[in-house]
């Protein structure tokens, strides 16, 4: 259902569930802001819980615990969310508290000044991850100076400089009803969460788009020695389809190369090698752009011919997809889909993204048709190009000079 100002909301009725779950999704995330503003919308997401023009942040989290509802959000890139679980009779307070957090949040100074200490110290703990650092890094790696090269939690100048009226014009151009999917999943009346809902909702200024510019892929290598690490982190990537092209062969590329131990990478690189002790391939697939990811973490002696051996298989799936391997990558995508299923939280975020990129909610018939067109061949082709558009590589943790070298030259990096 659209209201007139272009929220889009989702009642989906599940007898089986003894809980109902609330959600509310924002088209704004890091990607969608400039550079001085990086890292305010998750600052907003913070914020959003210290207090309205009827509660203050005890009281929202009273009234919540009251009913023994969870609250909590979170921000990415592309979508702010926001959500609460309780009991499925409570399903229309939830809509109308998170209603409120979303629509009515005051944004006090005081509480800013408090919250900006845990921010900066949420910031200080990722700086310091071999991990995050990795993550960031390689994003810069692959699209540059691009919005969606920024990290979620912005930078320390940011956090420092952001003031409450930074945050409320922020939510003035970024929250209309064009930017909104809320929804409620449970044991409900359709109908009567659809009027909270709208209730809730209705009066938001329509508003455009937030649209991000697909990005270009850039690659290149980025490094990063981190003092007291004594291990080596690495993310290789290639970019892939968008959500908006509704072509699941990333997915089924990164668990054909690496989605459980008797996978490829895992088989080869952990079991018979030792080369690493950790190590998977995803593909995380965004509104405007995607990445094939390869993560692992091992011993500096080891990057080399771990280096060595990723370079190998890439080219042998650009080669030649197994069909035993097909098969087995199908199986884990299909139960991993059913499983987010059975996660309502889940089953709503999927929803809310795919209305966003795709205009609509795919069925679950639907999304089986298009894992099962994914053919071989069609896996193979998406490795080579991949391999044709070159790798962005990140190393962080216990980096040593000659890793660079050794880097460019498996993986065939491109020089910055």
């Known amino acids: ?71 909590n959000a979170h921000t990415d890139k592309d979508h702010t969310a926001y959500y609460m679980c309780g009991m499925p009779r409570d399903a229309l307070s939830m809509v109308g508290m998170l209603g409120d957090i979303v629509r009515h949040a005051t944004y006090p100074e005081a509480e800013l000044e408090r919250e900006r200490t845990v921010l900066q110290a949420e910031l200080a703990d990722e700086q310091d991850d071999p991990a995050a650092n990795a993550w960031r890094l390689f994003d810069e790696a692959s699209f540059g100076r691009h919005p969606v090269a920024r990290p979620v939690i912005g930078t320390a100048r940011n956090l420092a400089r952001f003031g409450r009226d930074d945050l409320v014009r922020h939510v003035s151009r970024q929250y209309s009803g064009t930017n909104v999917v809320a929804g409620v999943i449970g044991d409900i009346e359709p109908d009567a969460v659809l009027d909270a809902l709208s209730a809730a909702f209705g009066s938001m200024p329509g508003g455009t788009g937030n649209r991000i510019e697909a990005p270009e892929f850039i690659g290149g290598l980025r490094t990063r020695r981190l003092v007291g690490s004594s291990q080596t982190h690495l993310v290789v990537g290639f970019p892939v389809p968008s959500l908006q092209a509704d072509d699941p062969t990333a997915l089924i590329a990164a668990s054909v190369l690496g989605e459980g131990m008797s996978s490829p990478l895992l088989h ?56 035993a391997e097909l098969r087995r990558a199908r199986n884990q995508v299909l139960v991993s889909r059913l499983r987010a299923l059975e996660r309502p939280g889940r089953r709503l975020e999927d929803a809310a993204l795919e209305l966003f990129a795709l205009g609509r909610a795919r069925s679950h018939e639907e999304w089986l048709d298009r894992i099962a067109s994914v053919s071989a061949a069609k896996v193979r082709r998406l490795f080579e190009r991949m391999l044709e558009a070159g790798p962005a590589v990140a190393l962080t943790g216990n980096v040593r000079p000659a890793m660079r070298e050794q880097a460019m030259k498996l993986l065939r990096v491109r020089r910055a």
């Open 1 to 71: 259902m659209t209201l007139p100002n272009g929220v889009r909301l989702l009642a989906i009725r599940s007898p089986g569930l003894h809980t109902a779950s609330v959600s509310v999704f924002v088209r704004s995330g890091s990607a969608h802001e400039a550079a001085r503003d990086n890292g305010i919308s998750h600052v907003i997401e913070h914020m959003a819980f210290k207090g309205t023009p009827t509660r203050d942040a005890r009281r929202l989290n009273l009234d919540a615990e009251r009913l023994g509802a969870d609250v």
């Open 268 to 323: 080869r690189l952990r079991e018979q090698l030792g080369l690493v002790y950790h190590a998977d391939a995803s593909a995380d697939v965004m509104d405007s752009w995607g990445q094939f990811r390869i993560e692992a973490s091992t011993s500096p002696a080891n990057v080399e011919p771990l280096l060595a051996e990723l370079a190998t298989m890439l080219d042998a799936h650009a080669g030649r997809i197994d069909p």
